[in-house]
């Protein structure tokens, strides 16, 4: 059974940072570029960023409404994805999903307010 | 920045077809996918690679793309398909992601 658990969300002051993490199974998970995409409440999804497998040596792509603020990073080892947030704002608050595209966990809610 | 163009909602009888369309400059060269959220929920990939259906895809589900348009068809809507439907693709350069905006599509 291919299962993607996303763990770490909470509520962060602006300015604050968090790390969500994403535990995978039941799939080619190392032969896999690995998403990370959001959801504010009641809108559409945005993409935020990848991460390509070691094939494709890791390069990561962000949006730009991200870009030099959030990191993802893998684990191969581990089967685990991440996603470093900083330097958060307001307009960061959201659902945030991780994905194969193929696949996709339940998501952990993020909130940044004071 | 790249955008994908979809039109906010569709609506359609039960039984009749749907297609939901979506629009972008790099689409005549880079792929489409196409996913679909139920309310609550996580998206479900329901089309990949324009044209391909995975595993469990019901077969009233088909994808097409000509040009710089992509379309996602159900033959047969049914009530169980409403929801919303996003396209998913990445930009002329190939490295970045982009969603349209979603079509709800409403079958009544």
């Known amino acids: 059974e291919v299962q993607l658990v996303e763990t770490g969300g909470g509520l962060v002051q602006p300015g604050g940072s968090l790390k969500l993490s994403c535990a995978v199974s039941?799939?080619?998970?190392?032969?896999?570029?690995m998403h990370w995409v959001r959801q504010a409440s009641g809108k559409g999804l945005e993409w935020v960023g990848r991460?390509?497998?070691?094939?494709?040596?890791?390069?990561?792509a962000y949006s730009a409404s991200v870009k030099d603020r959030f990191t993802i990073s893998r684990d191969d080892s581990k089967k685990m994805a991440y996603l470093q947030l900083t330097s958060l704002v307001p307009e960061d608050t959201a659902i945030y999903y991780c994905?194969?595209?193929?696949?996709w966990g339940r998501g952990t809610l993020v909130t940044v307010s004071s | 920045s790249y955008e994908l163009t979809q039109p906010p909602s569709v609506s359609v009888s039960p039984g009749q077809p749907a297609r939901i369309t979506c629009s972008g400059d790099?689409?005549?060269?880079?792929?489409a996918f196409w996913f679909q959220q139920k309310s609550g929920q996580a998206p479900v990939l329901v089309i990949y690679?324009?044209?391909k259906r995975p595993s469990g895809i019901p077969e009233r589900f088909s994808g097409s793309s000509s040009g710089t348009m992509a379309s996602l068809a159900i033959s047969g809507a049914q009530v169980d398909d409403e929801g919303d439907y996003y396209c998913?693709?990445?930009?002329?350069?190939?490295?970045?992601?982009?969603f349209g905006g979603g079509t709800k599509l409403t079958v009544l």
């Open positions: 790099a689409l005549s060269k880079k792929y």
């Open positions: 994905s194969s595209l193929s696949y």
């Open positions: 991460i390509r497998n070691q094939a494709n040596t890791y390069a990561t």
């Open positions: 690679e324009d044209t």
């Open positions: 998913y693709s990445v930009d002329s350069g190939g490295h970045l992601g982009v």
């Open positions: 039941g799939f080619n998970f190392s032969g896999s570029a």
